[in-house]
């Protein structure tokens, strides 16, 4: 069993930053490949970011384009969102992942075992 806890988030300028925290509990945290995931209001959860257990491999989604940075401290069991260049679209609610099996589906929700409660972020225009 995996606990993530979600922190980071509040409001921003468009063109501001923020950046995003995931504290991970329960087990051996260098064990999951982890994600984040957001849901803007009125919308279903999207990909926005991976990275493998070593931290060595991570993908992005296409609306990502070079401002959002993943990455991972696994001596201190967190994973970070780096978010620059914040834009009004990417208001949502940011969730951190882990437990997945098919690493082929790592754009997929459906398959993470492990989820935050997480973290609200707002751009304002």
């Known amino acids: 069993q995996v606990q993530l806890v979600e922190s980071g988030g509040g409001l921003v300028q468009a063109g501001g930053s923020l950046g995003l925290s995931c504290a991970a509990s329960?087990?051996?945290?260098?064990?999951?490949?982890m994600a984040w995931f957001r849901q803007p209001p009125g919308k279903g959860r999207e990909f926005v970011a991976h990275?493998?257990?070593?931290?060595?491999?991570?993908y992005y989604a296409d609306f990502v384009n070079g401002r959002f940075t993943i990455s991972r401290d696994n001596a201190k069991n967190t994973m970070l969102l780096q978010m620059n260049n914040l834009k009004p679209g990417d208001t949502a609610v940011y969730y951190c992942?882990?437990?997945?099996?098919?690493?082929?589906?790592?754009?997929?929700?459906?398959?993470?075992?492990?989820w935050g409660q997480g973290t609200q972020v707002t751009v304002s225009s």
């Open positions: 990275i493998s257990r070593s931290g060595r491999s991570t």
């Open positions: 992942a882990a437990g997945i099996d098919s690493y082929n589906l790592y754009e997929t929700p459906g398959a993470y075992k492990y």
């Open positions: 329960g087990r051996s945290f260098n064990m999951d490949a």
